[in-house]
């Protein structure tokens, strides 16, 4: 390999400037621009076309169109292609091409470095581009193909097209040089060296390897920056010019992998002085001597690996024009979840109320069943009515809906046609509303929208929260009666030893007040006085009074029994032995029918209650107490044994539900709905968070969820305001819009997701240290 001759000694003719350019007083002399006085430009006509004799050695050199700007090559054959470069089939070459935006000097750079300023690659002093596609010149004594690009940033109409043309060229070099005349470095060369290098690995790679070229890695890149007033980058112990590129690179997302090396030249030159090469002709002369990476190469190899890249990427490219107004800078951010469209409203249209809004049309998903129903006979008359597939129509009530649906199935109604379609109107032969009554329309699927469009989805749920509505009301009504009915009757089975129930107020030993905490009373059968479920929950034979299987009996007789088996506890006589068997056979027929009921009711209820359930609902077994007060979830019962075995934890100031500790020993009033001092799990219809009743009294309608009418709603939720849906705000954020400036106590640490929140009320639940999800005990008999 030649070493580059810095001097002019010896230099054969074809290398001598040429005879215009001895005379110093024929050189151009450019006073436009101090940014522009580096480079001697040529005001000529001249053409530019090869010499076709290469055995004229007294013919200067010139550069000759090796690619066109439509990506065509000039050169037909490798033979041809080493006759305009003047050198022999058998001469190794590497190959080192220029890249840049128009106007920072390539071709004279190349000139200088190369040629030692001779005019092989034209530079021009007009505004137009001199070079347009890639010339080619060939630097016999280094043995390098010197290759001149167009620059970048370059008025065209095929900006795309140019794009790829200097990607294939940059593949096929073996050094790239970068040149930039900025006061710093742009965006557009780490721009266009990281998509050089995802385009090398990508696609260049396996397509040079198929011809033979083992080597993957890509070409050794050099970027010469020249500046005027700015220091360039300079390296230091810590840091590396070349490390601070590739940080730059880093920070912008753009990777470097397929170079096989990156070098760093700055310079900077005074704006009265000339441009000093000599620092990028050291930096080339290295590159140039080094073959660890890339060895020089054939010029046939050159030509035919430039054709097979050239051939195999040739497809049209769709060149957009480019939109000087900005859409994305004023236009809403959100898109369409099924078809990726944006909405073409402006920014802030939420918060006008008007919805997301997109004219062209959208692909179907399943997964977000965006489609909805026209009534056919209205839109036949020009009106879209958009109707939904219900569980019962508006004008049914609770009960009366249950029993078409369970007749007929779901209903189809619409606000001008009325009742148009059930699933089960006849006994055969029933189409689907698609064929028979409805039209159907594809809509986009909004993030935090659309509820109302998918139907009521909820009006399983609904119709179970009717009939719940009704039966509580009715159980409300007769509560008072029922009690007092079923004590009475209670205290005509009962033994004669037994206290009566109207005569019971209080626990005979924890003091208790039934009427104020809502327990129910049990007897013991040992001694027959009144007791709460807390303290009568042993069980032992009594054969003192009759009872030879194991029964109820209150604390004291449990242990009087435990030292004294056949005793016969209590002051109470017991007339004979036939005074129990009508409780006995009462208990029996009692047990046998709650058992039934609880498998052929309770059972069949709990299902149907969770498949009718939103998904959005927290599962009962992840919410264990309220989501705002912390509240145990359970009945009076339930609770009573948890706060007596120490299980249960009050937070105190927060606890504000009936299972206090205060109900719990029998004062204070209890506000909660059923039994007092039951704490009852009820889910909010916007966040679907469990939450106790004095917690979510509110009643609203929650159209982003697809519920119309007034449902509950949680205190929380109440006060976030409607433009807030729960889709658009994760826990932590509804938590912020509820307490906004941090003045209430969050009931989710900062940031919390939702998910996170059931995850540490299960694991404090586990752990015994906050919560006791009181219904995991079994449920105590009631007599």
Not at 46 to 58: C, F, G, H, I, V
Not at 269 to 276: I, L, R
Not at 628 to 654: D, M, N, T, W, Y
Request: charged share 20%.
């Amino acid at each position: 390999m030649i070493k580059l001759d810095t001097t002019n000694k010896n230099q054969s003719p074809i290398m001598q400037p040429l005879p215009y350019f001895q005379d110093e007083a024929l050189k151009p002399d450019v006073v436009n621009d101090a940014d522009f006085k580096s480079i001697p430009f040529i005001n000529t006509n001249e053409t530019l076309d090869s010499l076709d004799n290469a055995n004229s050695s007294t013919t200067a050199l010139r550069s000759f169109l090796f690619l066109d700007a439509d990506e065509n090559l000039q050169i037909a054959t490798p033979e041809l292609f080493c006759k305009k470069l003047q050198c022999h089939s058998e001469d190794k070459i590497k190959v080192i091409s220029i890249f840049g935006n128009t106007g920072d000097g390539k071709s004279h750079t190349m000139n200088q470095v190369f040629f030692d300023g001779e005019r092989v690659f034209r530079t021009s002093t007009e505004q137009t581009s001199c070079t347009i596609g890639v010339y080619a010149a060939m630097q016999r004594e280094q043995g390098v193909l010197c290759l001149d690009t167009e620059g970048l940033l370059g008025t065209t109409a095929k900006s795309n097209k140019r794009m790829r043309m200097l990607l294939k060229i940059l593949a096929i070099s073996d050094i790239v040089i970068y040149r930039t005349r900025s006061e710093r470095l742009h965006s557009d060369m780490y721009e266009f060296l990281g998509t050089a290098s995802k385009a090398f690995c990508l696609h260049f790679t396996q397509a040079l390897q198929a011809m033979g070229n083992g080597s993957t890695l890509g070409p050794a890149v050099i970027i010469f920056h020249e500046t005027h007033y700015t220091k360039p980058l300079e390296s230091t112990v810590e840091e590396s010019a070349e490390d601070k590129l590739r940080s730059s690179f880093t920070r912008l997302n753009y990777e470097t992998n397929a170079f096989s090396s990156l070098r760093y030249v700055g310079i900077q030159t005074d704006a009265n002085k000339a441009t000093n090469f000599q620092k990028i002709k050291d930096a080339l002369r290295l590159e140039i001597e080094n073959t660890a990476v890339r060895s020089p190469r054939q010029p046939a190899v050159v030509f035919r690996a430039m054709k097979l890249l050239n051939q195999k990427f040739a497809g049209e490219i769709i060149e957009k024009t480019i939109n000087p107004f900005p859409e994305q800078y004023f236009t809403c951010g959100a898109h369409c979840e099924s078809c990726s469209r944006r909405c073409q409203r402006s920014m802030g249209h939420v918060s006008d109320g008007e919805p997301h809004f997109n004219t062209q049309p959208c692909n179907y998903q399943h997964q977000f069943e965006n489609k909805e129903y026209l009534c056919k006979a209205c839109y036949n008359n020009g009106k879209e009515i958009v109707v939904t597939v219900r569980s019962q129509a508006h004008s049914d009530s609770a009960w009366s809906g249950l029993a078409k649906y369970v007749w007929k199935g779901d209903v189809i109604e619409c606000t001008y046609c009325g009742e148009i379609y059930r699933t089960r109107q006849y006994w055969y032969g029933n189409k689907s509303p698609e064929a028979s009554v409805v039209r159907v329309q594809v809509v986009h699927v909004w993030k935090g929208g659309n509820a109302g469009m998918r139907g009521n989805t909820h009006s399983a749920q609904m119709m179970l929260d009717g009939v719940s509505y009704l039966s509580e009301a009715i159980t409300n009504i007769s509560a008072p009666s029922a009690k007092a009915l079923s004590g009475w009757l209670a205290d005509k089975v009962a033994p004669s030893y037994w206290r009566p129930n109207q005569e019971i107020i209080l626990c005979h030993a924890c003091k208790r007040n039934f009427e104020k905490t809502g327990m129910p009373k049990h007897h013991c059968r040992g001694c027959g006085e009144g007791f709460c479920h807390t303290c009568s929950q042993n069980k032992v034979p009594v054969p003192g009074r009759g009872w030879l299987q194991p029964v109820r009996v209150c604390n004291d007789c449990h242990q009087h029994l435990q030292r004294k088996s056949d005793a016969t506890p209590g002051s109470r006589p017991t007339n004979e032995d036939g005074d129990i068997l009508v409780r006995k056979y009462g208990e029996t027929i009692y047990n046998t029918i709650s058992t039934v009921a609880s498998v052929a009711i309770d059972y069949p209820k709990e299902m149907i209650k969770d498949s009718a359930r939103p998904s959005y609902w927290v599962p009962d077994a992840e919410s264990p107490a309220c989501f705002i007060c912390q509240a145990v979830f359970g009945s009076v019962e339930e609770l009573a044994l948890a706060h007596h075995v120490g299980r249960l934890h009050v937070q105190p100031g927060k606890n504000k539900s009936s299972n206090s500790s205060s109900n719990l020993n029998g004062s204070g009033s209890s506000l909660t709905q059923g039994n007092p001092g039951d704490c009852r799990r009820h889910h909010c219809r916007r966040c679907g968070q469990a939450v106790c009743s004095n917690c979510s009294k509110t009643r609203m309608p929650v159209p982003e969820r697809g519920w119309q009418t007034d449902v509950r709603v949680c205190d929380s939720c109440a006060c976030v305001p409607q433009a807030l849906t729960p889709n658009s705000l994760d826990a932590a954020a509804l938590s912020d819009a509820i307490n906004g400036e941090g003045s209430a106590p969050d009931p989710l640490p900062p940031r919390l997701t939702q998910t996170d929140s059931r995850r540490n009320s299960n694991s404090d639940y586990h752990n015994g240290n906050t919560y006791w999800n009181a219904s995991d005990d079994a449920k105590a008999k009631t007599e």
